[in-house]
Every structure is written in structure tokens, then in C-alpha cells.
């Protein structure tokens, strides 16, 4: 079954508010950690990862927190626009580096921005 | 320049078909994956190869058969088609190794009839 999961599946903001987004994990042995955005009628798009030695990692508006006690994960959006309007997951890789290690997804939470 | 491509977008058949879906990169990835997401979103793997050889086969029933011809290229075929196979089903790939980003097609939505 799954072993990633957040904890609201929606979240609506208004435009120019900062987001956050949770996730929890369960399993212990995932060392690498990735955040997905998926827009209506399309595939995933890689938004940030975060390995299991690091605790944060910050892209461009996007920063994601890894609290490895509690095994939770979080994504901060700065200054949400309305085409950040879409379902994010998180996915954790237990697998290692192993080639064709696969991903476990999280449930997804869908964020609606309103301007 | 589409990096993951996945043909058709949409498919709607009847129980009992035999269909296929390609997908082809055109990353110079070694490793390609399928997943399915069912109507609540939820994305689960269903098979991954490396190098044109299978890596994992997650439980899925013996009427789904991927092949690999060659690297840039993972197609799915599935046989005797049921009601629960209807689901958006995607291709991704990834360079080997599992801390590479994956890069998902847009998505083959299949609807069982």
C-alpha cells in the first residue's frame, strides 16, 4: 500500500499568500523525497527534491522541509499565483540508487488560488 | 522537442479488447517507468525497466505486458480488457539511478466500456 500521504486534499488560497503543503511518510528506510506538480490533463512536473541528509532545500518560490523524526515533508509556496492552481504530491523513493527504482506517491492535495 | 511522449492520448474500448499504448523518450534516458492513476488521482507504479530489462513488476496482472524494443521506447499492452482497467496511465523516464528526476509523458486516459 501506500506509504506517503498528506494531510489535506485541498487548500485554497488567494493570490499573493504564501502556501504551505504536508505530507507525511511512514516509511523509514526513504532517502530521497520529490515534490510533483500535476495541472488538469497532464503528466507530473518535477517541482524540488530533497535528499534524507538535508533538512531544506529552497528552488525559485518553492522551498521544501524534511523532518526526518516526525517523517514529514512540507512545500512553501512565496507569493502563490493562480497558475500555481494544480494537485501536488509528494513521492519518496525507498529504493536507493538502484536503476529503476520506482516512486511512491502520496495522495495529493489540490491547490486552488483565487485572485 | 516533446521529451516523453506517450500515443494514443485517449483510448476508449470495449471489455474484452486487447490494446496498446506507446511511449517513447527522447531524453537518452536508461531507465522508463508506467504508472497508473486511478479516478482519485491516486499514481502507483506498475513497472519500470532499465536498459530494456524489466526492474519491476508490481503485482499487476499477467494482461498487462510491457516491452522495451529498445531503450527510448517502453510500450504497454494490455489483453482482455476489464472495467478497472480504466485509468490515466503514464510513461516517465528517468537516467539510471534512483535519486534522478523522473520525467512523466502527458498521460494515456482509458476508458473501459
Known amino acids: 500500500g501506500e506509504s506517503v500521504g498528506l494531510h489535506l486534499p485541498t487548500l485554497s488560497v488567494q493570490e499573493g499568500d504564501n502556501s504551505i503543503i504536508n505530507c507525511a511518510y511512514s516509511n523509514s528506510a526513504s532517502d530521497y523525497f520529490i515534490w510533483y506538480k500535476q495541472e488538469s490533463g497532464k503528466g507530473p512536473q518535477f517541482i524540488i527534491d530533497i535528499r534524507s541528509n538535508m533538512d531544506k532545500r529552497q528552488g525559485q518560490r518553492v522551498t521544501v522541509l524534511l523532518n526526518k523524526t516526525v517523517k514529514h515533508l512540507s512545500l512553501q509556496i512565496a507569493a502563490t499565483q493562480p497558475g500555481d492552481s494544480a494537485v501536488y504530491f509528494c513521492a519518496e523513493n525507498i529504493g536507493g540508487n538502484q536503476a529503476g527504482t520506482a516512486l511512491i506517491f502520496g495522495k495529493g492535495t489540490t491547490l486552488s488560488v483565487s485572485s | 522537442d516533446t521529451a516523453v511522449s506517450q500515443t494514443p492520448k485517449y483510448l476508449v474500448t470495449q471489455m474484452g479488447n486487447d490494446k496498446s499504448i506507446k511511449c517513447e523518450q527522447n531524453l537518452g534516458h536508461d531507465t522508463m517507468y508506467w504508472y497508473k492513476q486511478d479516478s482519485k488521482k491516486f499514481l502507483k507504479i506498475m513497472f519500470s525497466y532499465n536498459n530494456k530489462e524489466l526492474i519491476i513488476n508490481e503485482t499487476v496482472p499477467n494482461r498487462f505486458s510491457p516491452k522495451s524494443p529498445d531503450k527510448a521506447h517502453l510500450n504497454l499492452h494490455i489483453n482482455s480488457l476489464e472495467l478497472g482497467d480504466s485509468a490515466v496511465y503514464f510513461c516517465?523516464?528517468?537516467?539510471?539511478?534512483?535519486?534522478?528526476?523522473?520525467?512523466f509523458g502527458p498521460g494515456t486516459r482509458l476508458t473501459v466500456l
Open positions: 516517465a523516464s528517468s537516467q539510471a539511478g534512483g535519486y534522478n528526476e523522473q520525467f
